[in-house]
């Protein structure tokens, strides 16, 4: 809640009397005029006694001489002000801080329209500053922000020569400054004025809670286009360490965020939304996903998926917004979200997903290397197996789309020693979960490096396991380059789990790169390597369903509504025997041809 959305309540109150003139917020302002006094702002009690608020002129003026006791009883009632007894008398004041902050600031900023003499009297009369820089009266700071602020939107400028002064208390309103372009003019805001504050004063919190609030506003220089813009450019290790491990924290009911992608992973309506506020909201949600909170970023992928199926133009838009993303937890997710909108979208959108099939196709498929990793790589096949199970194939070459695909095995690699001295390494711990159970291997096993790691693996035909277990220890510190000053405090602080058991959400960031490499490595060994079955024999890669290596379902929403189904109906005498015959390889390859034909009778 901003003071401007406070000033709009009251002046609703304000409306409840048809004959007084509102303008400016003229009815509480003679009652501040008093609080702060004509010259100067120097109570931070800011109260007024009763029979002083009785005398202000404006009652006369707005003809609410015979009304006053009703029209003050009024605000009380809203919360507007409050009252309470001193001695024999009862004083008057402002409930909202941030409001009494706020007004302090205007009166301030209107009064003194020389820069100089405005940094003067802050420095001399508001915050009495001394000559060592510590302010005497420290309520004041609270109303910094604001004026720095009001100042930009009404000069055109800065005023950060009020916070240079104080370096004391910089960090502290250093903070409220830079909040203040979430609710400044957005014509008097510049990306390169805000990007330059934020370098100077680099307060993480503040930077990232700015850029989020504005990102679904369409005409806003700071919204989900300059975010974009802005995290795109950073390695994957420099925006893990400063924005992943930032939305990490956002999974709380208070968190406005969370709230939103609550609201929308629920199917709830979008409202009059503009087609812009919702590309914005796509991109914004897009980059939830490089999380390692697994609740944040699952529910954001159900969000995405809940939007796109309304408006499923946005799938191409997104997969060529993020083709050059070098964070694979984003492009992989990403594709699952598609397919999860081509499953749920509620209009047939013929030609747009032509449009999005031929991208997949050319992008991933049609490439000497397909992208390197194992569920990208799934949904993409699935988003083109989709169109074909209901369009039909006249244009695509089916055995491109089916692993095995074409990647370099994985090398030989020189063992190192990875464990670090230091007792406190997020490194460390990679490692420990990374070692397998496998003789050789240079300690006790971890969970992810027996359970997860060697398990997938070992079902490959000379798939070496320790070798693998080297290579990707090294691609987590060279490739996706892992930094223990980056991480370290994060991945081992309280709020971090090793594994994804017993309700643990948020995981480390090394974790997250353990996923990743794993990923990597399974869709190269997958490539070079053919399947061990249980009986002795080997086959070529065919699919994930064997691994037990997806974990996020994009088709099903448990709050979907019953009346929600799909605009196309499939039925069973549209689709040919050759057709089921072509697919018999892919996702469905482990049922029979009759058995499939039953399925397709008993869905439709």
Request: aromatic fraction near 16%.
């Amino acid at each position: 809640c901003t003071p401007d959305q406070v000033i709009n309540h009251i002046k609703e109150i304000s409306e409840t009397y048809k004959d007084v003139s509102y303008k400016d917020f003229q009815i509480l302002a003679p009652m501040y005029k008093t609080y702060v006094g004509i010259d100067e702002i120097n109570n931070h009690l800011q109260t007024i006694p009763l029979n002083n608020v009785l005398d202000f002129g404006f009652w006369d003026k707005y003809g609410l001489s015979n009304r006053k006791l009703e029209y003050l009883l009024l605000l009380n009632q809203n919360g507007v002000v409050l009252t309470a007894p001193q001695d024999d008398d009862e004083i008057y004041f402002i409930s909202y801080n941030l409001l009494e902050n706020y007004l302090s600031a205007r009166y301030l900023v209107n009064k003194f329209s020389d820069k100089a003499l405005l940094i003067d009297e802050i420095k001399s009369n508001t915050m009495n500053v001394d000559d060592d820089g510590f302010v005497r009266n420290y309520y004041s700071l609270e109303m910094v922000g604001f004026i720095c602020g009001l100042y930009g939107d009404r000069y055109g400028d800065e005023l950060q020569e009020i916070i240079d002064c104080i370096p004391h208390y910089q960090d502290t309103v250093a903070h409220d400054y830079i909040l203040s372009f979430t609710w400044r003019k957005p014509q008097n805001i510049t990306k390169e004025g805000f990007f330059d504050i934020a370098a100077k004063y680099g307060d993480a919190d503040a930077i990232w809670s700015t850029l989020i609030i504005n990102s679904m506003k369409s005409s806003h220089p700071l919204n989900a286009d300059t975010l974009h813009e802005w995290l795109d450019h950073y390695t994957i290790a420099r925006r893990d360490a400063c924005w992943t491990t930032y939305i990490n924290g956002l999974d709380t009911e208070e968190s406005r965020l969370y709230q939103i992608v609550e609201f929308y992973e629920k199917g709830d309506s979008f409202g009059d939304f503009s087609k812009d506020t919702i590309r914005l909201c796509l991109l914004l949600f897009s980059w939830l996903l490089t999380s390692s909170n697994r609740k944040l970023r699952d529910k954001a992928s159900k969000a995405m998926i809940a939007i796109l199926k309304y408006n499923f133009e946005f799938c191409i838009y997104l997969l060529e917004k993020f083709n050059a993303v070098n964070d694979p937890y984003v492009i992989e997710r990403l594709y699952g979200i598609i397919f999860g909108a081509c499953t749920q979208r509620q209009a047939e959108n013929k030609e747009e997903y032509q449009k999005l099939t031929d991208y997949v196709y050319q992008t991933i498929f049609n490439q000497d290397i397909v992208y390197q990793d194992i569920l990208l790589r799934d949904y993409a096949r699935l988003i083109i197996e989709r169109f074909i199970f209901e369009y039909g194939n006249n244009k695509y070459d089916v055995s491109k789309i089916m692993p095995p695909y074409s990647s370099p095995d994985i090398p030989i690699v020189q063992p190192e020693e990875y464990r670090k001295e230091s007792t406190r390494s997020g490194f460390n711990r990679i490692n420990h979960s990374m070692i397998p159970n496998y003789s050789g291997a240079p300690g006790m096993y971890g969970d992810f490096g027996r359970y997860t790691f060697q398990s997938a693996l070992d079902d490959f035909e000379n798939a070496d396991i320790l070798n693998l277990y080297h290579f990707a220890m090294q691609y987590i510190r060279d490739v996706l380059e892992y930094d223990d000053e980056l991480f370290t405090q994060h991945d081992c602080s309280s709020m971090v789990r090793f594994d994804r058991g017993y309700g643990g959400t948020i995981e480390r960031i090394g974790k997250k790169y353990q996923w990743i490499t794993f990923h990597h490595i399974l869709a190269r060994i997958s490539d070079n390597h053919n399947v061990k079955r249980w009986n002795g024999d080997v086959r070529p890669f065919s699919g994930l369903w064997d691994f037990f290596v997806r974990d996020f379902d994009p088709t099903v929403n448990v709050h979907s509504k019953y009346s929600e189904k799909p605009q196309i109906q499939w039925y069973l005498n549209d689709i040919s025997n050759e057709f089921i015959l072509e697919l018999s390889c892919s996702i469905f390859s482990s049922i029979s041809f009759l058995s499939f034909k039953l399925l397709l009778y008993i869905t439709s």
